[in-house]
């Protein structure tokens, strides 16, 4: 996968995505596999924005069913599956628990119909799934369960506990790197920080849009049929931009990485304001979400506020009160901008349901818009945008295959037994913290990274002593990844700065490596580690 800007401009496409976050990345992707022209640009990384920030689980729907939503909930069950069975190797099950009360609705009687209705509804959701990923039917527990579960953050009213089981993805970033890495293998050009600046009109008609390159200050114009609006965030502008009127706006959503060691299981409690939160493992660690705010944001709100941390922690501490969580223990507030809609009560909170627009009803033949409210959902909400796409371009496209085929580098079953594969293959030339902690992140693109140290010995060394990165890893995201930035290579292509800030130390040895790679002298060095700095930041 390497980042070439000319292409772009040599050729009209049958798609353009604006947007590289998980529905934009999902949406070329299938657009390619169907074998359609497709192009991609994102003004910053793939994978930034909301992408990054968010509860790194791949859920059922569950909660769906208490209002109802019987659709939404299949919908994210047969999604929930499609992730197990195209990337089996970068999620794991997950047990999630909630006190049940008295209350009718958290009562164990609505919560054992419910779990009913989720197994009916939900059937087949092990279906050509590798059998340590089948995930078991909800059941209802006692007082005892709970107590042992929760600990000293039991209530006195909890008369036990509903458990059930969803997916959590330790290697969230990775997951959306392979729909890129999907996406090229298919033949699609993509380009991060390629920011679309302008529409480019003909006769009422969208032809494309101008595009600025971030990293040279150099334009060029790209021309599609059909231009697929999935810009995240900035969706909502450019659906203005499109004509159309959007009814959604914008929040701010958080979720805490803490450095407290977490249990087996994830924790679901309300706060005093009747919202759940969850308190769940992540790479042995707690992660706590999700909070949003309750004004409407812009699309680069995204720094953190020390009085919004303290809010949120306070949040926390009423749901969880023996957790004593102090702002001393974030060691990340993962943080992105979403769709949200106001209730009855005209309170703002997460829309509900993914949204895609034409915006030929709005004058500009050749745009559609889709605004994604769910990462578990992402792709089958891009099998429903490509088919829109393929029918306006009367394109006689092969069915969706998404759902099934595996994502590239991920298709084996375990990583224990990569490993082992990995293990034979390096033949010494990698120690073996190193060689798994490369096949958790890279899948078999491990092999790449072997050879090269095989062949340089130099490279296998670790980035420092006591972080299991060998230095070819930088190397290989500058080359293989499109890894443009420190922060590309810290923050979302290795397994380094996730979760917190990895130390100066680590930064500035990734800086040296990419600086030597890239060509970057002094001043720009200093400008990509004050970057990487400001991303950990609570201001």
Same mark, same amino acid.
């Given at each position: 996968?390497?980042?070439?800007?000319?292409?772009?401009?040599?050729?009209?496409?049958?798609?353009?995505?604006?947007?590289?976050?998980?529905? %934009?990345?999902?949406?070329?992707?299938?657009?390619?596999?169907?074998?359609?022209?497709?192009?991609?640009?994102?003004?910053?990384?793939?994978?930034?924005?909301?992408?990054?920030?968010?509860?790194?689980?791949?859920?059922?729907?569950?909660?769906?069913?208490?209002?109802?939503?019987?659709?939404?909930?299949?919908?994210?069950?047969?999604? !929930?599956?499609?992730?197990?069975?195209?990337?089996?190797?970068?999620?794991?099950?997950?047990?999630?628990? #909630?006190?049940?009360?008295?209350?009718?609705?958290?009562?164990?009687?609505?919560?054992?119909?419910?779990?009913?209705?989720?197994?009916?509804?939900?059937?087949?959701?092990?279906?050509?799934?590798?059998?340590?990923?089948?995930?078991?039917?909800? !059941?209802?527990?006692?007082?005892?369960?709970?107590?042992?579960?929760?600990?000293?953050?039991?209530?006195?009213?909890?008369?036990?506990?509903?458990?059930?089981?969803?997916?959590?993805?330790?290697?969230?970033?990775?997951?959306?790197?392979?729909?890129?890495?999907?996406?090229?293998?298919?033949?699609?050009?993509?380009?991060?920080?390629?920011?679309?600046?302008?529409?480019?009109?003909?006769?009422?008609?969208?032809?494309?849009?101008?595009?600025?390159?971030?990293?040279?200050?150099?334009?060029?114009?790209?021309?599609?049929?059909?231009?697929?609006?999935?810009?995240?965030?900035?969706?909502?502008?450019?659906?203005?931009?499109?004509?159309?009127?959007?009814?959604?706006?914008?929040?701010?959503?958080?979720?805490?990485?803490?450095?407290?060691?977490?249990?087996?299981?994830?924790?679901?409690?309300?706060?005093?304001?009747?919202?759940?939160? *969850?308190?769940?493992?992540?790479?042995?660690? #707690?992660?706590?979400?999700?909070?949003?705010?309750?004004?409407?944001?812009?699309?680069?709100?995204?720094?953190?506020?020390?009085?919004?941390?303290?809010?949120? /922690?306070?949040?926390?501490?009423?749901?969880?009160?023996?957790?004593?969580?102090?702002?001393?223990?974030?060691?990340?507030?993962?943080?992105?901008?979403?769709?949200?809609?106001?209730?009855?009560?005209?309170?703002?909170? *997460?829309?509900?349901?993914?949204?895609?627009?034409?915006?030929?009803?709005?004058?500009?033949?050749?745009?559609?818009?889709?605004?994604?409210?769910?990462?578990?959902?992402?792709? %089958?909400?891009?099998?429903? /945008?490509?088919?829109?796409?393929?029918?306006?371009?009367?394109?006689?496209?092969?069915?969706?295959?998404?759902?099934?085929?595996?994502?590239?580098?991920?298709?084996?079953?375990?990583?224990?037994?990569?490993?082992?594969?990995?293990?034979?293959?390096?033949?010494?030339?990698?120690?073996? %913290?190193?060689?798994?902690?490369?096949?958790?992140?890279?899948?078999?693109?491990?092999?790449?990274?072997?050879?090269?140290?095989?062949?340089?010995?130099?490279?296998?060394?670790?980035?420092?002593?006591?972080?299991?990165?060998?230095?070819?890893?930088?190397?290989?995201?500058?080359?293989?990844?499109?890894?443009?930035?420190?922060?590309?290579? /810290?923050?979302?292509?290795?397994?380094?700065?996730?979760?917190?800030?990895?130390?100066?130390?680590?930064?500035?040895?990734?800086?040296?490596?990419?600086?030597?790679?890239?060509?970057?002298?002094?001043?720009?060095?200093?400008?990509?580690?004050?970057?990487?700095?400001?991303?950990?930041?609570?201001?």
């Amino acid at each position: 996968m390497i980042r070439n800007l000319p292409s772009l401009a040599a050729r009209r496409f049958d798609v353009l995505v604006i947007g590289g976050g998980i529905h %934009g990345l999902a949406v070329a992707y299938d657009a390619a596999q169907r074998g359609l022209a497709t192009a991609l640009v994102d003004r910053g990384d793939f994978g930034s924005g909301s992408s990054f920030n968010h509860a790194k689980t791949v859920h059922g729907g569950l909660r769906s069913l208490q209002s109802g939503d019987v659709v939404k909930a299949r919908f994210s069950i047969l999604e !929930r599956r499609a992730m197990a069975r195209i990337a089996p190797a970068l999620v794991t099950p997950l047990a999630f628990m #909630m006190g049940t009360t008295r209350k009718i609705t958290r009562s164990k009687l609505a919560m054992r119909a419910g779990f009913l209705l989720d197994a009916t509804i939900g059937f087949d959701r092990n279906e050509g799934v590798e059998p340590h990923l089948r995930l078991p039917a909800g !059941r209802v527990l006692g007082r005892e369960a709970y107590d042992a579960a929760f600990g000293g953050n039991a209530r006195a009213e909890a008369t036990g506990v509903a458990q059930w089981s969803d997916y959590h993805m330790p290697e969230s970033d990775r997951l959306t790197l392979a729909f890129a890495q999907a996406a090229a293998a298919h033949g699609a050009v993509l380009a991060n920080y390629a920011e679309a600046t302008e529409t480019l009109l003909r006769g009422g008609r969208l032809a494309g849009v101008r595009v600025l390159d971030r990293l040279s200050g150099s334009e060029l114009d790209v021309e599609a049929r059909i231009t697929v609006n999935a810009a995240g965030a900035a969706c909502r502008p450019w659906m203005e931009r499109f004509g159309a009127t959007p009814r959604f706006q914008l929040l701010k959503a958080m979720n805490l990485v803490t450095s407290r060691p977490a249990g087996p299981a994830a924790l679901s409690a309300p706060t005093s304001g009747g919202r759940l939160l *969850l308190i769940m493992p992540w790479r042995g660690l #707690m992660l706590v979400g999700t909070s949003h705010s309750d004004q409407p944001a812009e699309p680069d709100d995204t720094r953190v506020f020390r009085d919004e941390l303290r809010v949120f /922690v306070d949040e926390v501490n009423s749901a969880f009160p023996a957790l004593a969580l102090t702002e001393g223990d974030v060691t990340l507030v993962h943080r992105g901008v979403v769709p949200a809609l106001r209730d009855r009560r005209g309170v703002l909170g *997460l829309m509900g349901h993914h949204r895609i627009h034409d915006h030929q009803q709005d004058g500009v033949a050749g745009a559609l818009s889709v605004a994604g409210v769910k990462y578990t959902t992402a792709r %089958g909400v891009a099998e429903q /945008v490509v088919d829109i796409v393929g029918a306006k371009l009367g394109a006689s496209t092969p069915a969706c295959r998404t759902a099934t085929a595996k994502l590239p580098h991920w298709g084996f079953g375990t990583l224990a037994s990569e490993v082992d594969r990995a293990g034979a293959e390096a033949a010494g030339s990698l120690d073996a %913290g190193s060689l798994a902690a490369l096949v958790a992140t890279h899948g078999t693109a491990w092999k790449a990274i072997v050879a090269r140290c095989k062949s340089d010995p130099a490279l296998a060394t670790r980035i420092v002593p006591d972080v299991p990165v060998p230095a070819a890893s930088v190397l290989h995201a500058i080359e293989n990844e499109m890894a443009c930035t420190l922060a590309d290579v /810290v923050v979302r292509r290795l397994p380094l700065g996730a979760a917190a800030y990895p130390g100066d130390t680590v930064v500035a040895a990734c800086g040296a490596i990419m600086a030597a790679g890239l060509g970057w002298d002094a001043d720009r060095l200093a400008e990509e580690i004050g970057a990487v700095r400001d991303f950990y930041r609570v201001w």
